[in-house]
């Protein structure tokens, strides 16, 4: 069983940056692609990044390519969701997931295991 814990949201004015972790506890870590999810209200969860477990495959959504770094340190169980130039659009909260394989990392059913969400919200 894993557990994933979410960090870092927060109020930022638009342009501005924000760091998200997910720390895992309970699994061999570097096994598990982790995926970043956001939910804004009344709108469906949606992909936002993706990473497999060794970290040498990346995914992205084409709204956050360019601005958003996913990026994991598997010696410290964490991963990492670096967001630059903030748009109001990226408000919402967001998530992280987790599972074994690589098959299709966009897709929100592909993961077993999820965290709690931490909430960014993004000021114009």
């Known amino acids: 069983q894993v557990q994933l814990v979410e960090s870092g949201g927060g109020l930022v004015q638009a342009g501005g940056s924000l760091r998200l972790s997910c720390a895992a506890s309970?699994?061999?870590?570097?096994?598990?692609?982790v995926a970043w999810f956001r939910q804004a209200p009344g709108k469906e969860r949606e992909f936002v990044a993706a990473i497999s477990g060794s970290g040498g495959n990346t995914n992205y959504a084409d709204s956050v390519k360019g601005r958003f770094t996913i990026s994991r340190d598997n010696a410290k169980n964490t991963v990492y969701l670096q967001m630059n130039n903030l748009k109001p659009e990226d408000t919402a909260v967001y998530y992280c997931?987790?599972?074994?394989?690589?098959?299709?990392?966009?897709?929100?059913?592909?993961?077993?295991?999820w965290g709690q969400g931490t909430q960014v919200t993004v000021s114009s």
């Open positions: 997931a987790a599972n074994f394989g690589w098959l299709r990392p966009y897709k929100a059913d592909e993961y077993r295991y």
């Open positions: 309970g699994g061999t870590f570097n096994v598990y692609a």
